[in-house]
């Protein structure tokens, strides 16, 4: 059974906080007893081992033990959030789902049947060795959303390593990696999986308030955001210990001014993709960009600049595009670095490096610049082709005022005249009232 060792945990932890939902505690015997109802729920509705199955939901109880129990059965596990419910359709096809388990609100679930059949060579290889399968779906920020395919049981080997029980939020969704590695650290520590009604800052720290909290795994734009909303300014926050941030490049000015503001909790920037999973870390100090990613199971190289990995736990391939893999099994991240000893200081994507008239403009630094004027809500920094420079570097700015373009373009300038060489400061500026983030509390570069 693949998940003995958890059940084994559960049963040792009965009367421990598993979870809270909907602010509703649930122990960990209620977990087990939610896996037992499970495993009778599949046999009757002759859902067979090694089918693929969507799940549909957010963290709740049911759902997650549905997880755990499909985990048993061998089958391969889609899970789906509502920041991708429009295009549900379109990767249960791509999954080539066979079982839709979806949850209502109030976390009754609903199995239907898609018709589909799985034809896919990888998907088809994981039902021949009895082993579960994980498919996460990218983001698409940037692009196309691929399909990552994920064998269960190489993942699952890093949690039989027991380490710290905490309380932790279930920030990152349930269907990013982070998320699931989230889920699967707290149950195999026999800690406190908290989650929240909604992820604005100021329900994010009553939560951690109520519920003593520990551990934040977030995002550096959720943390921007929490900064400008005034949250932590008016919450103590005395029970958390840590925040890890990841997803994309820390601005210097956000990460400064957390640790201002929280100097005892401990800031760690955390690693990972839906291809390789997530490697461990550790920062050379809270208040540093520069960190040691690698752990048991990892290798990783640079090459010409850019971050390479080879994990034990990486993804068996994708369903809709090419093996990312060299031959001899290195994923390249197209992660600018900069290298320190045994320490690296991530830059930003390679695809996402402007070029202006052959310099290098990394969008991270006119970020991270431009968050400290006043007013300054959010910032995306992009390029834009230009017939002499090659680019030039254009921002999307979301302010909290009514302040106009021009007005705001002359300060801008002003301001960056003695931060920013010339040619980094933004060329074209334009305001924007929507958020520049998706769901994920991720910059959003394609509008």
Not at 105 to 126: E, W
Not at 323 to 332: A, L, R
Not at 347 to 372: D, F, M
Not at 414 to 431: D, G, I
Request: charge should be negative.
């Amino acid at each position: 059974m693949h998940i003995e060792f958890l059940r084994q945990k559960f049963a040792e932890s009965s009367g421990a906080d598993a979870l809270v939902w909907h602010n509703q505690v649930f122990t960990y015997q209620h977990l087990l007893d939610e896996i037992d109802n499970w495993f009778r729920i599949l046999d009757s509705e002759k859902i067979e081992k090694g089918s693929v199955v969507s799940i549909e939901a957010d963290f709740s109880p049911r759902a997650i033990a549905l997880m755990l129990a499909l985990v048993d059965r061998n089958c391969v596990i889609v899970p789906l959030s509502s920041s991708v419910a429009n295009q549900i359709p379109e990767f249960r096809e791509i999954a080539q789902v066979e079982v839709v388990i979806s949850f209502s609100a109030d976390d009754v679930p609903d199995i239907s049947r898609t018709g589909n059949t799985v034809t896919h060579p990888v998907l088809l290889g994981l039902k021949n060795i009895e082993h579960p399968g994980l498919i996460l779906f990218s983001s698409g920020s940037t692009g196309k959303s691929k399909a990552a395919v994920h064998d269960f049981v190489p993942m699952l080997q890093k949690y039989k390593l027991q380490r710290h029980s905490l309380r932790t939020i279930t920030f990152l969704l349930f269907d990013h990696i982070g998320g699931v590695n989230t889920l699967l650290y707290n149950l195999s520590n026999a800690g406190c999986v908290i989650t929240v009604a909604d992820r604005r800052p100021e329900t994010v720290c009553e939560t951690i308030d109520k519920y003593g909290v520990e551990l934040l795994p977030t995002s550096p734009t959720f943390l921007n955001l929490m900064l400008m909303s005034g949250a932590l300014e008016t919450r103590k926050l005395d029970s958390l210990k840590m925040i890890t941030y990841g997803t994309e490049v820390m601005p210097e000015s956000t990460l400064a001014r957390i640790h201002e503001l929280l100097p005892n909790v401990k800031l760690l920037q955390t690693y990972g993709l839906s291809e390789v999973g997530i490697l461990r870390s550790k920062s050379k100090s809270s208040d540093s960009l520069w960190v040691q990613v690698g752990g048991e199971g990892f290798e990783t190289r640079i090459v010409d600049g850019l971050l390479e990995i080879r994990a034990e736990s990486a993804m068996l391939g994708y369903l809709n595009a090419p093996s990312p893999f060299t031959d001899d099994g290195w994923f390249k991240t197209g992660d600018a670095v900069e290298v320190d000893g045994e320490y690296i200081k991530i830059l930003g994507r390679k695809s996402e490096i402007i070029n202006v008239g052959g310099e290098k403009v990394y969008p991270a630094e006119i970020e991270s610049i431009l968050q400290t004027m006043d007013g300054v809500v959010e910032v995306v920094v992009s390029a834009e082709p230009h017939p002499l420079t090659g680019n030039i570097v254009v921002a999307r700015v979301k302010l909290s005022s009514n302040e106009d373009l021009p007005q705001f373009r002359k300060r801008m300038r002003e301001f960056c005249s003695s931060k920013l060489a010339r040619f980094k400061v933004p060329q074209k500026v334009e305001l924007v009232d929507q958020s520049l983030h998706g769901e994920r509390f991720k910059k959003m570069r394609k509008f």
